[in-house]
């Protein structure tokens, strides 16, 4: 079993759709649950960070953890075609230590207008 | 303020060449990683390396593969008769000294192609 396992997709979804997108682990040490989006030939960005399980939304995103169930989400509402990316998700034990995190293999998504 | 720079971002070898790839933090960070990603895998961490020191190189291989921050200019990934395994996108990320998950920027990457 891998450590992150994350939806494989691709995913296609019309323009103005919710999208949700889903990653699993199995090391219960996961405390900070990022949310990166990778543009085609480019690198990943931050899209959001949550600490221990919880909600958190920032525009027409929210971010939620369930540690008990070892899942996160990522909900993407009313989506446009400019959000058509691979999404993936990263998990860390430590607060700064990026050799901690450990990221899901991604989930491609497509918004069709 | 530019963000983390890495080049070349396009790189053919043939099989037993090396292949040096370089990343210029962002301006202000001390702290650079990198990472190795495969097709249709994620990002798996290399090393991590402050000025003039390599703190973890637990995800770098040990043969072939090295790595540098010298006091004086950008961040060396060298990798030494590179293989057709060797074929991937290498990305840099930097983050400052006290940066947590949310400061933590990549590069755009460097694809190593070898034939």
């Known amino acids: 079993q891998k450590e992150v396992e994350q939806d494989p997709g691709p995913l296609s979804v019309p323009e103005g759709a919710i999208v949700s997108l889903n990653c699993t682990y199995s090391n219960s040490a996961f405390q900070y649950f990022m949310w990166y989006r990778q543009y085609s030939r480019k690198g990943p960005e931050l899209l959001m960070y949550t600490y221990s399980s919880g909600n958190k939304e920032d525009g027409r995103f929210t971010a939620q953890v369930d540690k008990s169930s070892k899942y996160i989400s990522l909900f993407i509402r009313d989506s446009q075609p400019s959000d058509s990316a691979t999404y993936l998700c990263?998990?860390?034990?430590?607060?700064?230590?990026?050799?901690?995190?450990?990221f899901g293999p991604g989930t491609r998504l497509s918004v069709l207008p | 303020n530019a963000g983390v720079m890495q080049n070349p971002r396009h790189l053919v070898r043939r099989r037993g060449q090396e292949a040096r790839l370089r990343c210029s933090p962002m301006k202000g960070h001390s702290h650079v990683y990198w990472y190795r990603q495969l097709p249709e895998e994620g990002l798996k961490f290399m090393v991590y390396l402050q000025k003039e020191n390599i703190i973890d190189e637990s995800g770098m291989p040990k043969e072939r593969f090295s790595a540098e921050f010298p006091k004086e200019g950008p961040s060396i990934l060298r990798i030494q008769q590179v293989v057709r395994g060797d074929s991937a996108a290498y990305f840099c990320?930097?983050?400052?000294?006290?940066?947590?998950?949310?400061?933590?920027?990549f590069g755009e990457g460097s694809r190593l192609t070898v034939l």
């Open positions: 990320a930097s983050s400052p000294s006290t940066g947590g998950p949310g400061e933590l920027f």
């Open positions: 990263a998990m860390s034990d430590h607060y700064n230590y990026g050799q901690n995190f450990v």
